[in-house]
């Protein structure tokens, strides 16, 4: 997928027209979701399960990282063209393809057993039904998780009103804090720094307070950090001063953000490891037709109305989001959370010929100590 991604870029950079270019922007938008589903469900399976938020908080930093090289692309492009552009940044992409390709291919639920303190090798799978269940009815038994539907409606509705702000910020200074198009889109990168801070900070605070013995903290950290963007964006929307507007800027982004990392490791919390994959494509599904409706919400409303009114409309979304996490999914969190430990349990046990219930072998005899 990487590897496809660079050539997309390649692609791109030759177009000879519109149409060649249009077909290039929408192969890289194929090719540039599919690091999260497998990169994730990677992640879970190489890093033990009391460091699940801090792993997600690095990984997603990578991914904020980007946002950071926007000025460089402006002043490359300005340099030497756009199509210079767009050449440079796909080497990249392969020689993370070639290091991908060279990653070893962990055991579905190694951590999760060693979690429990259940003898596991690595290099031994434990036969699970989810190996061999079709499609529809592996999507049916993921929307049945009660606490993945409340990440997957919440960041949903994040992506909604984050999906706006990524497009229509600039617009937004331009027009009313009378910036540069330069300065404006240079301001963009504040989004990043702020939105790094968060996710590192999110990450290790979630898995603290897990391992201190609040289970559902996870959950709750995502709940609450989402719940404080949403004042600060409405905030900042309405703030005539300039840099007062952009530090509300930057600690909004810095908690909406933050939430990313602790709710992927609930993701990973309460689905089983031969189901985590699938589910963070549902929820990537989820989160890009939001992020592709909300620009079009955005200037609806903008021509309606106006762009500042368009943006406090939306802003209550990121608290929405917030709520649904800190209700509906922190009332299910622990229960679905037990319900994987339980089937990961039972697994365990069969595969070693013992009683998943009594814990005793096929003779009756008692189940060696694990």
Request: hydrophobic share 50%.
């Amino acid at each position: 997928g990487t590897a496809a991604w660079g050539l997309t870029m390649i692609f791109t950079g030759m177009a000879a027209g519109f149409v060649m270019l249009l077909v290039g922007r929408m192969l890289l938008g194929m090719w540039d979701p599919c690091d999260n589903p497998t990169s994730q469900s990677l992640l879970v399976d190489y890093y033990p399960v009391n460091q699940r938020s801090k792993v997600m908080g690095v990984y997603q930093l990578g991914q904020l990282a980007g946002f950071t090289l926007l000025p460089i692309a402006g002043i490359m492009g300005q340099a030497w063209g756009w199509r210079a552009t767009f050449y440079f940044f796909a080497l990249p992409a392969f020689v993370v393809a070639v290091l991908a390709w060279r990653l070893p291919e962990p055991v579905r639920g190694v951590q999760d057993r060693r979690h429990q303190r259940l003898e596991a090798k690595e290099d031994v799978a434990v036969e699970s039904e989810y190996e061999s269940i079709g499609g529809v009815a592996a999507y049916k038994d993921i929307v049945r998780c009660r606490t993945y539907m409340a990440g997957l409606v919440s960041s949903t509705a994040g992506s909604l009103f984050f999906g706006g702000i990524g497009v229509w910020t600039v617009t937004f200074l331009i027009r009313y804090h009378d910036m540069s198009v330069a300065a404006a889109t240079t301001s963009l990168t504040l989004f990043a720094v702020g939105g790094m801070v968060g996710v590192l900070v999110a990450g290790n605070l979630a898995d603290f307070l897990t391992h201190s013995g609040h289970r559902s903290s996870r959950i709750a950290v995502a709940g609450i950090a989402r719940l404080i963007s949403a004042p600060l964006f409405f905030i900042a929307f309405t703030v005539s001063n300039t840099p007062l507007m952009l530090l509300l800027l930057t600690f909004g982004a810095l908690f909406l953000v933050a939430g990313i990392p602790p709710l992927n490791a609930v993701r990973a919390d309460v689905l089983h490891p031969n189901l985590r994959g699938r589910g963070t494509s549902l929820d990537a599904v989820s989160q890009s037709l939001a992020s592709a409706a909300s620009p079009v919400i955005f200037g609806i409303l903008a021509d309606a109305l106006d762009l500042r009114t368009a943006f406090l409309i939306l802003c209550p979304l990121a608290g929405v989001a917030g709520l649904l996490l800190l209700t509906y999914g922190l009332a299910s969190y622990s229960k679905d959370e037990e319900r994987v430990r339980d089937q990961i349990r039972r697994e365990h046990f069969a595969s070693l010929g013992i009683d998943p219930d009594s814990r005793t072998d096929g003779n009756g005899d008692a189940a060696v100590s694990v």
